[in-house]
């Protein structure tokens, strides 16, 4: 009965207090980009604890974390020492030591995802052989060591041909395209040479870029947000809209291949699948983060439980919570660095002051210490009663266009 609940809980206040709420676990992030610092505000509303490790001192998630510890995530005695103070170890980049999470892994140390999919995915040419030996359907692809494969390469894929950084990708920084031979060396150049890590992937050209967030539990679950179309531009995430305007068998698709590509890897929390979508309705993989995506920000607003909620539901073995859509139609802008320090800032404040004065509109702003050309600075997130209503509002964001429809 309650009467005997409450004398037992009165019997042992400290100890009760310790078991009082959704966790008490620590749970350690590996990165303290924007991508932590949502997380951080999603933990925030179940009281989770969360530690981030970055090496910057005032990176965007350093003010909303429980605690954060400067140091760097690419450091393997920087990992280890983090790693002691916490439960679980997740990570909002993939760029991190994964030797580190496999050994730790063997001590004991709880890594969701597994150590192996970080080390997996985190080398986009060693993601790609592994799909493909998955049998997920993706561009050809082959690796270049020297001026004579990458010419092999040119002649087997024609041109234009994409040439892609093995490690550190990301924001398309990394990659390059060769329009002819003749380009070959100066673009290799323009990578860095051959002895970063290249390889060379066949020239896709795409209808529409598509992307699904698949969320797995601890004991293996999966559940799916909805397809989402992503647009990018100069090869950065610029716009992500909910959902996707596709056909039906598309999507469906489009999911099967991303719970077949999730289905691969190991290890608990959200991955965000990246697909293309061909003139032919043939949906083809371009790459995995292993770690909540600039194309699930929508979810905030516009899902029942954010992609954010997801993770560290996942990662703490709570049940999954409801992935769809609450609101018809959302619409996702990232605020880009239109240019370096206060003209920049300037600018981005033109556009959130815009923004405040939009029905239906989220403005999120990373507080990054600098502002520079091109750098993700924040994102506006407009929901609506239906996709035309969001591109209107957005439209009106953007001062294309003055008619909004209600
Ligand atoms: P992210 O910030 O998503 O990690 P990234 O730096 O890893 O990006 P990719 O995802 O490899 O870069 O590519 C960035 C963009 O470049 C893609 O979203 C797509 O628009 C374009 N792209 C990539 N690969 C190809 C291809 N094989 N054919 C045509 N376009 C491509
Ligand atoms: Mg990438
Ligand atoms: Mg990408």
Redesign the pocket.
Known sequence: SSMQDDSASSSHPQEMMTTYGVSEIIIGVLGGGQLGRMLCQAGSKMALKIVTLDPMENCPASSLSYQHVVGNFKDGDAVCEFAKRCGVLTVEIEHVDAITLEKLEQQGIDCQPKASTIRIIQD?YSQKVHFSQNNIPL?DFMEINNLASAEKAGELFGYPL?I?SKRL???????AVAHRKEDLTSIVNSLGGFEHGLYV??????VK?LSVIVARSRDGSTLCYPVVE?V?KD???HVVEAPADIPEKTKKLSIDIAQKAVGSLEGAGVFAV?L?LTQDSQVLL??V?PRP??SGHHTIESCYTSQYEQHLRAILGLPLGDPSLKTPAAIMYNILGEADGEEGFKLANELIGRALNIPGATVHWYDKPEMRKQRKMGHITIVGPSKSVVKSRLNLLLQKDVTVEK
Do not use: L, Q, S, V
Not at 169 to 175: E, F, L, M, V
Not at 201 to 206: H, N, S
């Open positions: 986009k561009p994409m892609k990708a990301y924001d398309g920084r990394g990659n992937e066949k020239w896709t050209p795409f870029e992503t990018h090869n950065i995430c990246e293309f371009n790459e983060a995506h600039n």
